[in-house]
């Protein structure tokens, strides 16, 4: 097929074109690629005349991207606060490296539509907030003047723009969200890269590297040269004629009603600038596999009379993964998959965050929580998220837009285009195992799914698909019956390819500050269904709904615009149930105690019941002690194994207790029913409590609670002490009050006022109410390089002070 009629087919001609994936060099001889992420003057309006390179700025904000057309409070805001057309503006020189090559605007990510002008001419409009796009400048340059980049962000909920049109439970936010940079070419170069490894589970692995060329075509004598890379050490190269054949260049393809060029070949198999360059004899190939993620890099370069004229890189892994009829494999071994969903919102800034913030969230899913597999609910997500997820072995799901709707055509043919960016963006990423190709919770659309497909299956062969839908009755299309399923038990798989996409979420909001009743449910539902998921071998595992709690519409959630559906609140600090997601990972990778209450006397309905403790040892013991008295010791109240078996044995103290809810799970959870305490032999009402934890006779861990109700220490805990002055590098700094063992006191909920020194700035309320004992505010860095000291007062405790050393960042070029 053609690449005009393959457009035409699928509908994917709209206004601009796809992005190439972002694991570029940022400087190379033959290539350059220059961020434009700061000097950017910023309106929260649409301004008249401003598209003009004329236009007086001089009262627009200067703002450095990612950017968040507003800052909003927490919570309890109203949507349309951000729900409007913005203006952003960006001066710059003709660059030096631009002589003679092509120049494009390369834009990752700007909520919802963008209308982009360069010098005053128009480019285009590019709808969609989450896909990448670019627009070529080349030809409106000036090469001798101050050049000028315009973009005016439309915030609103276009019912035109997928995921609109009807209602959505989270928001989206606005503003130039995610990075932005000048890529310079040349007139004949390499629009993408496909590296798709073969046989990787014998002794005589390969790789075929797809080489996606665009442009003027490409002379007889031009080449590629490909090289596999282990960090400096060239594992293997090879080499082929670069044929650009059909209708290469990207000005060949039109938008009908702009006229604006689609700047990308349609990348599939049948592309006619696809390029194969097989390496083969690659020796000892390390797998990429959750345990052991070893990253390999493909570079390539295109050669025209000898000479290097365009260059490129990306990231690759080496591995086999497929869902089957008995589950997940994953390099030939099966792997129950066990996650949770993740929207990519932050408090105050929306989706606003730059790379470090980013990849802490997949810090917090893989090490914080020990989950497998993260779903990117309900779009594609930061490249540096996924990055992250390459890196630390954290399988991927990545769907396209959408919430429950499906709009008309052309609605349609801009969800299909998505499919597309999403596939082409991230098809070297070994972390991601499965193409979400439905819109979430939709109705079955025969025509309009069987174009989703057929496009993900002729982008990337090496992939399944799967749709999210809520019912089994649902026609499938997909290779993967991915099934959202929030009753208990689950609905037995009716398919051989069966994955669970979520489940308990709204059906059970969890708030940090709710009481132990909520929490030890909260906890034990999400337990009750990796359970069952482990009883199955046709169930490939589950991905709870989900990880961190959200911003919503006013329709939806607790009346405060939050859905409290995360295991994790809002600011990424854990509720009981995380514990559970914790517990599960071997002893080897991390020894886990996790209680799922609040050690207090009477934090449920008719007094303190049933103690849930969520752990990877295979025995623990309770202790208690009279607080009054801390020179006393400590007295053995109970000891238990898992709940797993009627067999279970408790110690002397309370008779034997069980049950086989938990058969399943490798590492079930622990519960000591409270009313079997024999309370006699404790001459004090109340006291601290002690648990400590066992594997194989040896204690290997303990944790102690005081029984006093009172709070005693104030922390300030960043995730990081040195930052870059970019003036968007960010880092988060959690506050905690605790009682004198450290545990987090739960109704704690103090005003927490800062002080800030240095270049850097406070992103949060100041001052801060604690919610659940915790909370969080983010320091954001300034472009001047020196120490920032944050220093933070509660109003009893006193103060607590950090430093945060802010590294001098390379100025932007331009």
């Known amino acids: 097929m053609q690449r005009r009629d393959f457009l035409k087919a699928t509908g994917t001609i709209i206004a601009a074109s796809t992005l190439p994936a972002f694991a570029l060099e940022p400087e190379q001889k033959s290539r350059t690629v220059l961020p ?18 004329s236009f007086n700025d001089s009262s627009f904000e200067t703002v450095v991207i990612p950017h968040t057309n507003i800052r909003l409070p927490w919570h309890s805001f109203d949507d349309k606060d951000y729900e409007f057309v913005s203006t952003y503006r960006r001066r710059f020189r003709y660059p030096a490296a ?19 002008w360069i010098n005053g001419v128009a480019l285009g409009e590019y709808k969609g907030g989450f896909t990448p796009f670019s627009f070529e400048l080349t030809e409106h340059l000036h090469p001798d003047a101050v050049n000028v980049l315009v973009v005016q962000v439309d915030s609103t909920e276009r019912s035109d723009i997928p995921p609109f049109g009807h209602e959505i439970d989270y928001l989206t936010f606005g503003g130039i969200y995610r990075e932005v940079s000048l890529r310079i070419v040349s007139p004949t170069y390499i629009d993408n890269i496909f590296a798709r490894p073969k046989n990787v589970l014998t002794g005589n692995p390969s790789v075929d590297v797809d080489c996606f060329l665009a442009g003027k075509p490409a002379d007889d004598s031009d080449i590629i040269q490909v090289e596999l890379r282990d960090g400096d050490r060239i594992v293997a190269k090879g080499s082929g004629p670069a044929k650009l054949t059909g209708s290469p260049d990207p000005n060949a393809a039109m938008n009908p009603e702009t006229s604006a060029p689609v700047y990308a070949s349609t990348q599939t198999t049948s592309d006619p600038a696809r390029n ?8 000892d190939i390390k797998l990429w596999d959750i345990q052991q993620p070893n990253l390999y890099t493909v570079h390539v370069r295109l050669l025209s009379a000898g000479k290097v004229i365009d260059e490129d890189s990306r990231r690759i892994g080496f591995r086999e993964a497929t869902f089957t009829d008995h589950g997940f494999s994953l390099n030939g071994k099966i792997v129950k998959l066990r996650g949770l969903d993740r929207h990519q919102t932050f408090p105050f800034v929306g989706q606003a965050m730059p790379a470090r913030v980013q990849r802490k969230d997949a810090d917090i899913l893989r090490k914080g929580l020990h989950c497998n597999i993260v779903r990117t609910s309900h779009y594609p997500q930061s490249r540096h998220f996924l990055d992250r997820c390459d890196e630390i072995g954290l ?29 082409r963006r991230d098809w070297n990423r070994p972390s991601i195992i499965l193409w979400g190709v439905r819109i979430n919770e939709s109705r079955d659309n025969h025509d309009f799914y069987t174009r989703t497909n057929a496009l993900a299956h002729a982008l990337d062969t090496t992939r399944q698909t799967g749709g999210i839908r809520y019912f089994q009755e649902s026609e499938f299309l997909e290779d993967v019956f991915t099934m959202n399923d929030f009753g208990f038990p ?8 069966y994955l669970n996409t979520e489940f308990v979420g709204h059906t059970f909001p969890t708030k940090t500050t709710d009481d132990d009743e909520r929490q030890r449910e909260h906890t034990l539902r999400h337990a009750r269904i990796h359970n069952q998921l482990a009883s199955d071998p046709q169930y490939a595992g589950g991905i709870g709904w989900c990880a961190f709690d959200y911003n919503t519409h006013s329709n939806f959630g607790a009346g405060d615009r939050i859905c409290y559906h995360g295991v994790t609140d809002i600011f990424r600090e854990n509720k009981p149930a995380a514990g559970f997601y914790k517990s599960q990972c071997d002893p080897s990778e991390e020894i886990v105690l996790e209680p799922a209450f609040h050690w207090a006397n009477s934090d449920e309905s008719v007094g303190f019941t049933k103690a849930v403790v969520c752990s990877n040892c295979d025995h623990i013991k309770f202790y208690l002690r009279e607080h009054s008295l801390e020179s006393n010791p400590w007295k053995l109240a109970a000891e238990l194994d898992p709940e797993t078996s009627s067999q279970n044995s408790l110690s002397h103290l309370l008779p034997p207790f069980g049950s086989t809810e938990f058969d399943h799970l490798t590492y079930p959870p622990f519960i000591l029913d409270l009313r079997k305490l024999d309370r006699k032999q404790f001459q004090f009402p109340w006291g601290d409590l002690r648990i400590d934890g066992f ?11 005081s029984g006093s109700g009172v709070d005693r220490k104030f922390t300030l805990l960043p995730d990081d002490r040195t930052l870059y002055a970019d003036g968007a590098d960010t880092t988060r700094v959690v506050l905690r009050v605790t009682d004198e063992f450290d545990a987090i006191r739960t109704y704690a909920n103090d005003p927490i006022t800062f002080t800030l020194s240095g270049p850097a700035e406070i992103i949060g309320d100041n001052p801060f109410a ?45």
């Open 395 to 423: 399988l991927v799901l990545e769907e396209i837009p959408g919430w429950q709707y499906i709009g008309p055509e052309p609605w349609q043919q801009i969800s299909i285009d998505n499919v597309g960016r999403m596939i």
């Open 490 to 497: 689950l609905k037995k798989p009716n398919h051989p390819r």
């Open 276 to 283: 194969t360059v097989t390496l083969t004899s690659l020796g």
């Open 770 to 814: 604690l919610i659940g004992g915790t909370g969080a505010i983010w320091i954001r860095a300034k472009e001047t390089a020196g120490t920032a000291q944050l220093t933070a007062r509660h109003p009893r405790l006193g103060t607590q002070t950090i430093k945060i050393t802010l590294l001098g960042a390379p100025g932007e070029a331009v």
């Open 695 to 705: 594997i194989k006779g040896k204690q290997v861990i303990s944790k102690s609670f």
């Open 36 to 53: 434009i992420n700061r000097n950017w003057r910023y309106h929260p309006s649409k301004v008249e005349g401003s598209h003009l390179a």
């Open 98 to 116: 631009a002589k003679g090559k092509r120049v494009f605007v390369d834009f990752e990510g700007a909520m919802t539509a963008s209308t982009v």
